[in-house]
C-alpha cells in the first residue's frame, strides 16, 4: 500500500490561514482507491481523478463527501465504466435522497444513460471483507453520531487502520482489539481537552480520548497518526499534545 493523505482536517480551514492543515477527509490507497472525498480531494489532478474507481466511504457527512459530486463531473467522456461508491446502506441512502436526487445534483447513476452509468454503489457491512486492488478492507463499527465505519486495510505484511470520525467508548476499544496488531492507527482528535463535553455531545474525540482508547489496546500500534483536527481549534489540540511527553510519539498529520 501507498497511503497518501489528501485531506486530514476537519472543516474549512482558509487558503491564507498559515500553517493550516490541508482539506478535510480525503486519503489515496492506490492509484485507482480513496476513503472518502473530502476537500482535500482535489489536490488530485485531472488526469489522477480519472484513474479513480474505487471510493470507499465511511459516513455521509458533508466533511467527508463535498467534493464526490464535483469529482465524479469531472469523469464525463473520460471512463468507460462507473466508479463504485462503497459505503453503509444507511449512506447511500442519504447520497441518493439529499444528494443526487436532481435537485442537488444529477443522478450520476442514470448519466449519461441508465446502461453506462458514471456511479454505482456497493454495499459494505462491519465485519464483512471485500478486495480491490488486492488490498482487503474490512468495515468496523465506530461510534459517531450517524452510521459510521472504520476501515482495516490489509496488503502483504502491512496493516494500517483508519477508525474514521467516532467517540471514545468500549465499542471502539473491542472493534481495534479485535483487529490484532496494527501497523498504522490514523485516528481523530477534533476538539481539545477543554472541549471535552461537546467532543462527546458530537461524537468526536480529544486528545485525553485518544489516550484512553490507546491505553485500552492489548497491543500498541508501529505508528499513530492524528486526523481530523476541527480548524478553530487545532491550535489548542495541537497544544495539548506537545504539552503531554506521553503523546510525543503522535504524528499529528497536516
Not at 73 to 78: A, K, P
Request: aromatic share 8%.
Amino acid at each position: 500500500m501507498n497511503i497518501k493523505i489528501l485531506g486530514c482536517s476537519g472543516g474549512l480551514t482558509g487558503a491564507a490561514t498559515a500553517g493550516a492543515s490541508s482539506g478535510s477527509t480525503c486519503i489515496q490507497v492506490s492509484e485507482s482507491i480513496i476513503i472518502d472525498a473530502g476537500s482535500g480531494l482535489n489536490r488530485l489532478s485531472l488526469e489522477q481523478m480519472r484513474n479513480i474507481e474505487h471510493v470507499v466511504l465511511t459516513h455521509a457527512h458533508m466533511d467527508h463527501i463535498c467534493a464526490l459530486p464535483m469529482f465524479l463531473g469531472n469523469l464525463f467522456d473520460h471512463i468507460d465504466h462507473p466508479v463504485t461508491i462503497h459505503a453503509l446502506p444507511e449512506t447511500i441512502e442519504v447520497l441518493k435522497d439529499c444528494i443526487f436526487n436532481s435537485q442537488i445534483w444529477p443522478d450520476l447513476t442514470q448519466l449519461p444513460s441508465a446502461e453506462k452509468p458514471l456511479m454505482q454503489f456497493h454495499t459494505v457491512q462491519p465485519w464483512r471483507a471485500f478486495t480491490l486492488d488486492d488490498i482487503e478492507f474490512t468495515p468496523f463499527f465506530v461510534e459517531h453520531s450517524v452510521p459510521t465505519v472504520g476501515y482495516s486495510l490489509r496488503h502483504q505484511q502491512e496493516h494500517f487502520v483508519f477508525a474514521a470520525d467516532t467517540t471514545a467508548s468500549e465499542v471502539l476499544n473491542d472493534e481495534l482489539n479485535r483487529l490484532g496488531n496494527i501497523d498504522t492507527l490514523m485516528i481523530e482528535c477534533s476538539f481539545p481537552n477543554s472541549k471535552a463535553e461537546i467532543a462527546l455531545m458530537s461524537r468526536h474525540m480529544t486528545p485525553r480520548m485518544v489516550e484512553l482508547t490507546l491505553e485500552s489496546l492489548a497491543a500498541q500500534p508501529h505508528k499513530i497518526w492524528i486526523t481530523h483536527l476541527k480548524p478553530s481549534y487545532e491550535q489548542q489540540i495541537r497544544h495539548d499534545i506537545r504539552a503531554n511527553p506521553d503523546y510525543h510519539h503522535w504524528q499529528v498529520l497536516r
